[in-house]
């Protein structure tokens, strides 16, 4: 596609419920990111895939948290037992990947802002 | 660990006036250092990038940064804003060393007056 389409765009769940945000990547981009956003704060990096394989989870806040990117395309990003902790906006990145990893210039999507109550 | 500071959190100007958001970051090795700029409604996009080379690097819509090392800073510059750079922006930095975790600052709110 042209863009990064994340979805749903709002999400409400009630404390306990299991959510499953969506990623559809820039066409052709094998690196991406997951990001969250908490109110008032810059974007916290989750985990990272380099095709389907996740290379990066040392930001996932807890067990609860869960990514995957099977095919190498599409990721979901899970979270059970949502807390009201959760509440943020989730930000999906895509990129085609630098020699070096860090210089990744990243291509963002509208974000899931996700209200747990 | 590292971590990435933006001393304002809300900036008003005037059109015409000069702009400088500043950023420090803390890290002692090899860094890359963005500003990411979100516009109402839209999408985090990139504004301009320092990798190596001149510590002078002009990004789109006139606006330029400057990274002294020697006091790990990358302050965004703009000479005379405009009401359309309304927008929040974001500092943010990678570490060669560091695998693929990208830190970004708070972010600053930067409002323009027309």
């Known amino acids: 596609g042209a863009g990064v389409s994340q979805s749903p765009r709002y999400k409400v769940a009630k404390r306990g419920q299991d959510v499953a945000l969506r990623c559809d990547p820039i066409?052709?981009?094998?690196?991406l990111f997951w990001y969250q956003q908490a109110l008032g704060q810059g974007p916290e990096f989750l985990t990272y895939?380099?095709?389907?394989?996740?290379?990066?989870k040392s930001g996932l806040p807890s067990d609860r948290f869960f990514a995957e990117r099977p095919e190498g395309s599409v990721s979901t990003l899970k979270i059970q037992r949502t807390q009201q902790e959760d509440s943020a906006v989730y930000l999906c990145?895509?990129?085609?990947?630098?020699?070096?990893?860090?210089?990744?210039?990243?291509?963002f999507g509208a974000g899931t802002r996700l209200s747990v109550l | 660990a590292q971590s990435v500071s933006q001393h304002n959190h809300h900036v008003i100007l005037s059109e015409a006036a000069s702009l400088e958001l500043g950023c420090n970051y803390s890290y002692g090795g090899t860094v890359n250092l963005f500003w990411y700029v979100q516009y109402p409604g839209q999408h985090l996009q990139l504004l301009l990038k320092?990798?190596?080379?001149?510590?002078l690097v002009k990004g789109i819509k006139g606006f330029e940064a400057e990274f002294i090392k020697s006091k790990f800073s990358f302050n965004l510059r703009k000479p005379s804003v405009q009401w359309s750079d309304t927008a929040e922006y974001f500092c943010?930095?990678?570490?060669?060393?560091?695998?693929?975790?990208?830190?970004f600052g708070a972010g600053t709110r930067l409002f323009v007056k027309a």
């Open positions: 943010a930095v990678t570490a060669n060393t560091g695998g693929f975790k990208t830190i």
């Open positions: 066409s052709g981009h094998v690196s």
């Open positions: 990145a895509s990129s085609l990947p630098d020699r070096v990893a860090a210089k990744n210039i990243q291509y």
């Open positions: 320092y990798f190596s080379g001149d510590p």
């Open positions: 895939f380099q095709n389907e394989a996740q290379l990066d």
